[in-house]
C-alpha cells in the first residue's frame, strides 16, 4: 500500500479498521472486548479509473486475502434462472 499516493488518510484508516483487524483475527490472537473484529465489507466509490480496484487488491496483499476481481456482466443471461445459477456458482468458488 505504499505504492499508491495520494490518498494517505484513506490509507491509513484502512490499515486501521480493516487490514489490522483481519490479520489479527487470522492469528487468533485473544482481544480485549472492546475489540468489535473486521468489517463484513467495505465500499469503494468513484469514476472509473480513480484507483479503486487498486486499492482493493492492495488490501488483500496486506491483509493476506484472496482476491477475486470479475466482470459483473458474465452473470447475466438470456435464459430464466441462468443468472442466478451463475452467481451462486460464483460464490460457491469464492
Same mark, same amino acid.
Given at each position: ?8 488518510? $484513506? $490509507? ?8 489490522? *483487524?483481519? =490479520? ?14 473486521? *468489517? @463484513? ?5 468513484? *469514476? ?5 480496484? =487498486? %486499492?482493493?487488491?492492495? %488490501? ?7 482476491? =477475486? ?5 458474465? $452473470? ?8 442466478? @445459477?451463475?452467481? @451462486?456458482?460464483?460464490?460457491? $468458488?469464492?
Amino acid at each position: 500500500m505504499e505504492d499508491i499516493g495520494g490518498c494517505a488518510d $484513506l $490509507l491509513a484508516q484502512i490499515e486501521d479498521d480493516v487490514i489490522f *483487524p483481519l =490479520l489479527i483475527q487470522a492469528s487468533n490472537i485473544t482481544i480485549p472486548s472492546a475489540y468489535y473484529g473486521p *468489517p @463484513k465489507g467495505i465500499l469503494l466509490h468513484g *469514476p472509473p479509473g480513480c484507483g479503486k480496484t =487498486l %486499492i482493493a487488491r492492495a %488490501i488483500a496483499k496486506k491483509a493476506k486475502a484472496n482476491f =477475486l476481481n470479475f466482470d459483473i456482466s458474465i $452473470l447475466n443471461d438470456m435464459w430464466y434462472g441462468e443468472t442466478s @445459477k451463475l452467481t @451462486k456458482a460464483l460464490f460457491t $468458488l469464492v
